[in-house]
């Protein structure tokens, strides 16, 4: 039987996304596709929004876990924790894409969902993620004797800097490397007028255009570079993985899943 799958944030780029996947997935069954309440969407067909006409649903203003197996959530942090606790009183299990949680929201969302199975990631990105585990070997093959630097680039609309992709990468070959990103992390360079200091992880950012997401990070040692790129073309890499995710927690027991145990490599 397929896995009957709850989408939130209806009119948002993510969920739709995340909705089309589910849609094109045999093994899914889009069973609820749920729109902020009032938004226009509210009672429209989600066969529109998927552009699969054996789609039946309509759009809906609640969140319906009667016959859902698993809800797949990309909206705002205060939506998420709503759609949070429904699926703690319910017992489903949930995939949240969000990002953006304060840290009292945080704790607040784990504590509400230590009851049932979820996965809670940044980035979904299989590629990305297979890419914390490619740049950790290499920070510590590598590291002690490479200037390491990592270069994003995003649309022009991204409001945060670096990303928290970048972020993650740079707090993966940190731990790695048995040190704290805090403490060698060298995000800015202008106020400085010295040579480069061993061992800092450099950050530099791009915002242009519609560039979905791109990440490099350079280890430079003597006598050779190493580079390690990875490029979203479409928000589908995200919605393919939370499609992933979702399948993966379905049935399990209620815990915390990362990608990494989505993908195997835990
Ligand atoms: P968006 O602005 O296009 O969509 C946001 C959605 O949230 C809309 O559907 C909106 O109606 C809904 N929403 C907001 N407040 C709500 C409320 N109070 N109740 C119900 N619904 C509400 O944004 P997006 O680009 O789709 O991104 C959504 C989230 O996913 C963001 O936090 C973004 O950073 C994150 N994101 C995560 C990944 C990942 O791989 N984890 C990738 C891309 C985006």
Do not use: W
Not at 5 to 30: C, I, K
Not at 76 to 105: D, H, Q
Not at 229 to 257: C, E, M, Q
């Amino acid at each position: 039987m397929a896995l009957r799958v709850a989408v939130t944030g209806a009119n948002g780029r993510m969920g739709q996304t995340v909705a089309r996947a589910v849609s094109a997935e045999p093994e899914m069954e889009l069973a609820c596709l749920v729109a902020r309440r009032g938004c226009r969407l509210v009672g429209a067909a989600a066969a529109s929004i998927v552009g699969d006409e054996n789609c039946s649903i309509t759009v809906s203003e609640f969140l319906d876990l009667e016959s859902v197996d698993v809800v797949i959530d990309f909206t705002l942090p205060e939506s998420s924790l709503v759609n949070a606790r429904a699926c703690a009183e319910a017992g489903v299990p949930i995939v949240i894409g969000t990002t953006g949680f304060s840290e009292t929201e945080q704790t607040d969302l784990e504590s509400t969902l230590y009851s049932v199975a979820r996965c809670q990631a940044a980035n979904f990105s299989t590629g990305v993620n297979l890419a914390y585990r490619l740049i950790s070997i290499a920070a510590q093959v590598m590291g002690a004797d490479s200037d390491i630097e990592i270069h994003e680039a995003h649309h022009k609309h991204k409001i945060d800097a670096p990303s928290g992709t970048a972020l993650a990468m740079g707090h993966a070959m940190a731990d790695s490397m048995g040190q704290s990103l805090h403490d060698v992390a060298q995000y800015d360079r202008s106020a400085q007028r010295e040579a480069r200091k061993h061992g800092s992880i450099g950050f530099s950012v791009t915002r242009a255009g519609e560039i979905v997401g791109e990440h490099t990070v350079l280890f430079a040692s003597e006598g050779e570079q190493l580079e390690i790129t990875h490029k979203a073309n479409s928000r589908d890499a995200f919605a393919l993985g939370a499609v992933r995710a979702a399948k993966f927690i379905a049935h399990k027991p209620a815990a915390a899943y990362t990608m990494s145990d989505v993908l195997g490599l835990s």
